[in-house]
């Protein structure tokens, strides 16, 4: 007599969703329903100066609401450090370096949104002590999407990201500077010029370690060292070859509370980067010195 077959639901309900799925799919939803949008339709009310020089739009705000309660969602039990949380409540940056946390950069670049301008993204990492573990990084434009996963390599749209080739001149440098005083910028870009050829930031980190990544360019320099600007671009690069560091030679770290970062598609390059960038002409071993 033949058993009776076990019961099983139909229809057969689907596998659980991987974490880089779910956070992919949270990303893409947040930048068609709320992101794009918006893009060139802000009204005047809809932007505001959180900070001197520093602008927050409505976008910002609804982006990073539905980031934060998508990801609380997924039951990680880790802290969520926004940017936007940060800026009502800088205490949220207290410890960010410990444990496990959620870092969100709900819209990167947004002058450059608010402007009717690309480019901008968002950013998603998830850190343990500090140390990036998985990183998203979304042109809400394009849809364009890296993703980079500690020990396991990254992804751009699901297809694996291979090391750029070989740097040859001219060699690129993006230098992110504009926070700098005038002389000491002057005395950067001087040393900078001598062996690279100085190109424009893109005000977005979001796009400037994915231009790093594809080979466009070749360095990048940064003096403000946010959390969630760099920790879904340093794993990303770091994955496919690359060295980021804090401008002591560190590796990057969130919540380190060192200065700067030096970023370069290999270690050859963040050498003679490093040689030529982070030396007594420059000032900014003595900004590194201020800090620690």
């Known amino acids: 007599m033949r058993r009776a077959a076990a019961w099983r639901a139909w229809p057969p309900e689907p596998p659980p969703m991987s974490l880089e799925t779910e956070v992919t799919a ?6 068609t329903t709320v992101v794009m949008p918006r ?8 932007i505001a100066e959180k900070s001197p020089g520093e602008i927050v739009t409505s976008v910002d705000l609804e982006a990073e609401r539905r980031l934060h309660d998508g990801l609380a969602a997924l039951g990680l039990c880790a802290r969520i450090v926004g940017e936007e949380a940060v800026a009502q409540a800088p205490a949220l940056l207290d410890d960010v370096g410990e444990g496990l946390v959620w870092l969100i950069d709900p819209l990167d670049g947004t002058a450059n949104f608010a402007a009717g301008q690309r480019p901008f993204g968002m950013m998603v990492a998830l850190v343990d002590d500090g140390v990036p573990i998985a990183g998203w990084l979304l042109d809400p434009s394009s849809g364009r999407m890296f993703f980079a ?3 396991k390599g990254a992804t751009c749209e699901g297809i694996k990201v291979r090391p750029p080739a070989p740097a040859r001149p001219p060699l690129r440098a993006a230098l992110g500077t504009h926070f700098m005083r005038p002389r000491r910028r ?5 040393r900078a010029e001598q062996r690279f050829t100085v190109v424009p930031v893109p005000r977005c980190a979001a796009e400037s370690y994915p231009r790093l990544v594809l080979g466009q360019d070749d360095i990048a320099l940064f003096q403000r060292i946010l959390p969630w600007d760099h920790a879904a671009g340093a794993l990303l690069l770091t994955e496919i070859g690359g060295r980021v560091t804090h401008w002591d030679g560190s590796p990057y ?3 380190s509370g ?6 370069a598609t290999g270690e050859r390059l963040w050498q003679e980067a490093a040689n030529l960038l982070l030396v007594p002409e420059t000032g900014l071993p003595e900004m590194e010195a201020l800090t620690t």
């Open 26 to 31: 949270l990303m893409c939803e947040v930048a």
């Open 39 to 46: 893009f060139r339709m802000l009204a005047a009310h809809e």
């Open 149 to 151: 996963e500690r020990g």
């Open 186 to 190: 002057a005395r950067v870009h001087a």
């Open 253 to 255: 770290r969130v919540g």
């Open 258 to 263: 060192r200065t700067g970062v030096l970023a």
